[in-house]
């Protein structure tokens, strides 16, 4: 650093990054955990997941001593249940939240069925026709019965089905309403519908144990089973001309675990270059059924689902439930999200504080308003202290810099010195080593 001119150099001054005192910190640590108390009664435990706490976690869920070992999974995440019993064999990040594609269709027709008679006709609009997305092809102002356009949303995962289906039920909006209502009623709370197709949308999001819950209240609807266990079927074509016949063209499942698993039932495949794919199979070997739901993984799916569903059937009577997909029960039972748990979590930070083993409310009180005096205490001589740091004066608190010599003076002061005599010294001399006397010639004498 050049020094300034006219002056001695000044260091700025050292600013220190003023803190609380140790007090006044652990007074607020105090009322922060008075405040807890009064949130949450001491000794009081939840759920740390809806159906059991061993869903919680984000990795690999199993206890299945001297059963093989687990098939290597690509999802990020997966549900092995049992569909009858509801027990959750086995898991991976359960919980965790992912596009859903189209097995949101899953909540879609286990929405819409109740209301909806199979032989009732439905003509087709433009709004439903125009759906982005794989379609079965329907077309504005022809008709179609309901039976028909739920075939559409099982074997070619129609989205223009899906909106007619909606519309048919009352209108998208409302659906969509009840949809999301269907999937709280049924404890699926990691499950949130923007559209009835499945179709990427912010916000639309769900889990595999919450497929799993959904695919199994679905497959307990013989007209549900009808539907996802169909392999082909004969779909209308447009509207003929007057006195002629319709007619009709045939469309295929695109189940394959349906078409290539031994004892499989359905339920429903999902592919969007956002979710990636996502798969719910169900199978029956043994007099056992089966679901394995599989989120965000590649296009063979249904591959990894029957991977699971093997394992599965291998090895279920080793298996341990590590949860349950009775998730209405564990929901009201206190889970973290979902109205049931808040309401529950409400009605015991209300009970007397005795009964919780927590310090009495009127001491909690006094405990608080301390802490919180405390704290603007500190705040007031936190200020004060800034202040007194803006006002001390600027002094230098380093030595100065060490002067730097000046060569050009010293090498003009050296050239302007008198140089000494210049020493006479012969230009040769005796050989200092031993030997014969010098020559006069060495010595430079003449000849």
């Known amino acids: ?60 869920v199993v206890d299945a001593p001297g059963s093989t070992p687990m098939p290597t999974i690509k999802a990020a995440s997966w549900v092995l249940a049992d569909l009858e019993t509801g027990e959750v064999l086995a898991a991976k990040n359960p919980h965790g939240r992912f596009r859903p594609a189209s097995t949101m269709k899953i909540l879609t027709a286990l929405t819409v069925m109740p209301g909806l008679d199979p032989d009732t006709t439905y003509v087709a609009q433009w709004e439903d026709a125009n759906a982005e997305g794989s ?111 319709r007619k009709t063209y045939e469309i295929y499942t695109q189940d394959r675990l349906l078409l290539n698993y031994r004892g499989a039932i359905g339920i429903k495949t999902g592919w969007t270059t956002k979710a990636r794919g996502t798969f719910v199979g169900a199978a029956t070997r043994g007099g056992r059924t089966l679901v394995a739901t599989v989120m965000h993984t590649n296009q063979q799916s249904w591959r990894e689902s029957a991977s699971l569903l093997t394992w599965g059937f291998r090895n279920a009577a080793n298996a341990r439930p590590v949860g349950t997909l009775d998730a209405v029960a564990a929901a009201t039972s206190g889970a973290k999200a979902g109205p049931q748990a808040t309401k529950q979590k409400t009605t015991a930070a ?14 909690k ?20 202290r800034r202040r007194r740091v803006r006002l001390e004066p600027r002094v230098a608190r380093v030595p100065a810099p060490a002067q730097r010599r000046d060569l050009r003076r ?15 010294t012969p230009r040769t001399r005796p050989d200092d080593r031993d030997g014969p006397a010098a020559s006069s010639a060495s010595t430079g004498a003449a000849s």
């Open 350 to 363: 209300t009970e007397p504080a005795e009964e919780s083993g927590g310090l009495p409310f009127l001491l």
């Open 410 to 424: 010293e090498s003009t002061a050296a050239t302007a010195a008198p140089r000494p005599a210049p020493m006479t």
């Open 365 to 384: 009180v006094p405990i608080v308003l301390v802490a919180l005096i405390a704290v603007l205490r500190a705040r007031v001589l936190l200020r004060r």
């Open 135 to 245: 379609r079965v092809g329907l077309v504005p102002d022809a008709t179609y019965t309901v039976r028909n356009l739920f075939q559409a949303l099982f074997l070619v995962s129609g989205n223009d089905a899906a909106t007619a289906l909606a519309n048919a039920a009352g209108g998208l909006e409302p659906t969509i309403t009840r949809m999301n209502a269907t999937a709280k009623q049924l404890g699926a709370l990691d499950t949130h519908a923007v559209n009835p197709s499945g179709l990427d949308a912010p916000g639309q999001l769900s889990s595999a144990y919450d497929l799993a819950v959904l695919s199994r209240a679905a497959m307990a609807r013989e007209d549900f089973r009808a539907y996802t266990g169909t392999v082909k079927t004969q779909f209308p074509g447009k509207m003929p001309r007057p006195g002629k016949v």
């Open 1 to 60: 650093m050049r020094p300034a001119r006219g002056g001695d150099e000044r260091p700025a001054p050292c600013r220190r990054s003023p803190r609380l005192a140790p007090g006044a910190v652990a007074l607020l640590l105090g009322a922060l955990g008075a405040l807890g108390g009064l949130a949450t009664p001491a000794g009081a435990t939840e759920p740390a997941a809806v159906g059991g706490d061993k869903l919680a976690s984000q990795g690999l």
